[in-house]
């Protein structure tokens, strides 16, 4: 770690010295982002007999950009951790340095560019493919994409990617929980004030093709998704509305069909006041379904959205949870006002099923629950002390139902943790300094 940090720098000094002669642009920044967190129900019902979490997490990111006429390059080195989690005089940490971007864009002609290496890869809301920055980790995926850029209205991106778990001389399987391979297209059109994308992705799976053998045998399902996301941005009035299908194979190669659909309208007729109202559907497989394998997989994965940004912030659906599940349906109301350098935000969510929830009796037996998950609320107010630091701070409350606990607690389905004060906070520091910049 200390070899490339001093190997970074080192480069961003001659970059800094020599910059004026061989670039055009040259940027130098970082950014440390300590996050506090109380932890009483989130992602899942808080139990009866546990206490709740109490830490402090930090992201801290040293950034480098180079651009000229032929080409670009970016690296974002970052260091995450929670406060504690070594010793003092440690000499190893828990998750610590990694590279979260490493990539280069090459100009082939005045209207294609070829960006690889290591990159965030972000289309429209976030909602198939995203950054994921609230997560200290954030996601990043190591990908080639062909950037067509006809003008500044249109704009068509392919790109695709090949995973392996190392350099070997013979087939190693695919174990990570990533995609094996990935094909994708997304168009974007701007109009006067609304815009216009289309997104077509081919995601492959590895999956083992003869569960019976001792041996893995890697096969890769695929999946396809494609839809599209039109939206409007008027003086008084946005909007904006999204469709996809899914189809093909699951991880487990069985036949998929699910779909998306979401939307919403914000009404921004007083000044520095918002109010609006969203609603989503992503379909889900009913309970009797998924334990019949024949059956048809019926629910929407939003593969590698940035899933904290939707259906609650207190992550109890599609954040590393509720995957192939019943699906959902989230009813929301944002609000939001800023007075000078404070802004608030009001968010409440009635969540509900998208598929019948049902938990066996006995053999023959089920017992079939309300579609009402319930009701969370979230608050967030943000103060912007200059240009490059900010402070935040949220709070979230769940008001859950019994149809919550039979889905997050199939083994205790009658047990009452919903009945318990769900709740999360936090607060969090974000420091953003431009070192150098030409």
Not at 154 to 171: C, E, R, V, Y
Request: net charge positive.
């Amino acid at each position: 770690m200390r070899k490339i940090l001093l190997s970074f720098l080192f480069t961003g000094l001659l970059v800094f010295v020599f910059g004026g002669l061989i670039a055009q642009t040259v940027d130098i920044s970082a950014e440390v982002r300590p996050r506090y967190e109380f932890r009483h129900g989130y992602k899942t019902l808080f139990p009866d007999d546990a206490k709740p979490a109490s830490f402090i997490s930090q992201r801290t990111r040293l950034n480098g950009y180079f651009a000229n006429d032929n080409f670009k390059v970016f690296l974002s080195l970052q260091d995450v951790r929670v406060w504690g989690d070594v010793n003092q005089l440690n000499t190893k940490d828990i998750n610590g340095f990694s590279v979260h971007q490493a990539w280069a864009q090459l100009k082939l002609s005045d209207f294609l560019q070829l960006k690889v290496g290591r990159q965030e890869i972000i289309y429209d809301d976030h909602r198939i493919f995203g950054s994921v920055g609230w997560a200290q980790q954030a996601r990043s995926h190591d990908a080639a994409i062909f950037k067509f850029l006809f003008n500044n209205k249109h704009q068509l991106d392919f790109g695709f990617a090949l995973n392996a778990m190392k350099a070997s001389l013979t087939k190693v399987a695919y174990t990570n929980n990533n995609y094996k391979a990935i094909q994708w297209l997304h168009y974007h059109i701007d109009f006067n004030k609304s815009g216009l994308s289309i997104l077509f992705l081919n995601n492959g799976l590895a999956y083992d093709a003869d569960t019976s053998a001792a041996v893995y045998d890697e096969k890769v399902s695929y999946s396809q998704t494609i839809g599209g996301r039109y939206s409007m941005k008027g003086d008084d009035v946005k909007f904006n509305i999204a469709a996809y299908y899914q189809g093909g194979k699951n991880r487990m190669h069985h036949d998929l069909s699910a779909m998306y659909f979401g939307g919403n309208v914000s009404f921004h007729m007083v000044k520095n006041f918002a109010f609006g109202l969203g609603f989503e559907y992503l379909s889900g497989t009913s309970s009797k379904d998924k334990s019949d394998p024949d059956k048809k997989d019926k629910s929407f994965t939003p593969f590698y959205g940035t899933n904290h940004k939707f259906n609650g912030w207190m992550d109890y659906f599609y954040v590393g949870n509720h995957g192939g599940n019943v699906g959902l349906i989230d009813v929301f109301l944002p609000l939001k006002l800023k007075v000078e350098k404070v802004t608030f935000a009001l968010i409440p969510h009635y969540l509900m099923t998208a598929a019948q929830l049902s938990m066996p009796v006995d053999a023959d037996n089920w017992k079939d629950y309300g579609s009402g998950l319930g009701t969370e609320i979230d608050f967030s107010v943000g103060y912007q002390l200059s240009k490059s630091v900010n402070i935040m701070a949220g709070y979230s409350q769940m008001l859950a139902t019994e149809t919550m606990q039979a889905l997050k607690y199939a083994d205790n389905a009658t047990g009452e943790f919903y009945k318990n004060n769900n709740n999360w906070a936090w607060v969090m520091l974000t420091f953003k300094p431009t070192f150098y910049s030409k």
